[in-house]
């Protein structure tokens, strides 16, 4: 037996020779709350951990979450020995079972059993593109899945070619882009479900600085519409950025100074989070003491109401030839001037607003020259 012996939330588990990342707790305790909270509300959890690695969410799901039934699958049969070390309580009660199978085939045997899910985990590597649509077949309606994405390169506009192939959409660079890397993955799902007359609603969107999670509920009616699945318009030469709809595509420019657009999609431009859900996962996490993802679920709470971009605090700055504005004194100088204003998880060094980027340089200035004046 591997000797090392880790602890996650309730949960201790070896990892041998399985992938494991410590710090990557944050996106499995956000996974293990929305989860909780479904079991609340639907009476039932039963969980398809796709890609288990060391099973250390299915030990989760199972301890935190009171998951009822759990499938754990890893497409690697070298980790049976750890699965069934780790999730031996769950399997001795009877209510897990361990398989190696290749993912899209776990999904259509699901479909083809008609053994629909309640929670799906696709904790893929690199791109999440080819299960996008596999996994639908194994959610149950209203069931949620859970993905990740690593393939941030791709969606930030470093490779259109391939953002093509993987999202059916354009990518193209811009200060904004790791919020679009999270909306051409929700984008991707919708059109997929959409295609078999479904919808997905996002529950919450997360970048973690390195990858992307999305957690999408499944529901039976199309959600995909002109308006809120469009494109980015990002403007070079001002620095602002517009949506743009399927039917202006051809007349698209700059609103402020008629320039022309970069345009990146199409991509999701509705909500990256679910106001309720969101609300009641942060109420669990202040029962359970879990103050860091509490105030992490407050920041995504403030910004569900924004147009689907940010503006960064250097952009700011170099734009307008100042020093880079503190977060906070600028949010507050928006709000004072009757604009709504919020950080992002996203990015530490942006702010979400309703305002256009020349706003916030004039706010900035002004910022600059009442501390030059306060300081003389
Ligand atoms: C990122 S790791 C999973 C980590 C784990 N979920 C966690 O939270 O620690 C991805 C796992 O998926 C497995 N895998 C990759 N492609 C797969 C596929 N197509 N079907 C099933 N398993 C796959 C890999 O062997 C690897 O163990
Ligand atoms: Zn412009």
């Not at 060391?54 to 030990?59: E, I, M, Q, T």
């Not at 199978?101 to 083809?112: M, P, T």
């Not at 001037?337 to 020349?358: C, F, M, P, W």
Request: include cysteine; glycine fraction near 6%; charged fraction near 20%.
């Amino acid at each position: 037996m591997p000797e090392i012996y880790y602890c996650e939330g309730k949960a201790k588990f070896y990892v041998g020779k399985a992938f494991y990342n410590a710090q990557s707790k944050v996106v499995r305790d956000l996974g293990i709350l929305a989860a909780n909270i479904y079991r609340q509300n639907n009476a039932q959890l039963r969980v398809l951990d796709a890609m288990s690695g060391c099973g250390v969410r299915s030990l989760r799901y199972w301890l935190e979450s009171g998951a009822d039934w759990i499938w754990v699958n890893e497409g690697n049969p070298d980790l049976n020995s750890i699965l069934q070390q780790n999730l031996q309580e769950a399997i001795a009660q009877d209510c897990c079972q361990i398989t190696h199978q290749d993912a899209h085939r776990l999904f259509f045997d699901c479909y083809s059993r008609r053994d629909y899910y309640d929670l799906v985990d696709v904790d893929c590597f690199g791109s999440a593109a080819p299960y996008l649509s596999t996994m639908l077949w194994a959610t149950k309606i209203n069931g949620l899945m859970y993905l990740t994405s690593t393939d941030g390169r791709t969606a930030t506009g470093h490779s259109p070619q391939h953002s093509l192939q993987a999202y059916g959409a354009y990518a193209r660079s811009h200060p904004a882009a790791q919020e679009q890397a999270l909306r051409l993955l929700i984008g991707s799902v919708q059109q997929q479900a959409a295609t078999k007359g479904l919808g997905v609603k996002p529950i919450f969107s997360f970048f973690t600085g390195k990858t992307y999670r999305v957690m999408l509920r499944l529901v039976k009616n199309i959600q995909l519409t002109e308006n809120n699945y469009g494109f980015i318009g990002y403007c070079h030469h001002c620095g602002n950025y517009q949506t743009v709809s399927w039917r202006k595509l051809a007349k698209v420019t700059c609103v402020h100074d008629d320039r022309s657009l970069t345009i990146s999609g199409a991509m999701w431009l509705g909500e990256l989070h679910n106001l309720s859900m969101l609300q009641k996962m942060q109420s669990l996490a202040k029962l359970w003491n879990w103050q860091k993802i509490a105030d992490l679920i407050e920041i995504m709470l403030n910004e569900i109401n924004f147009p689907p971009y940010f503006y960064t605090l250097g952009e700011i700055g170099r734009r307008g030839k100042l020093d880079i504005p503190k977060r906070s004194q600028l949010i507050q100088a928006l709000q004072d001037n009757g604009y709504r204003a919020s950080v992002t998880h996203i990015n530490a060094q942006a702010i979400k607003t309703e305002a256009d980027l020349h706003t916030c340089i004039t706010l900035t200035r002004k910022l600059d020259c009442l501390s030059k004046l306060g300081k003389s």
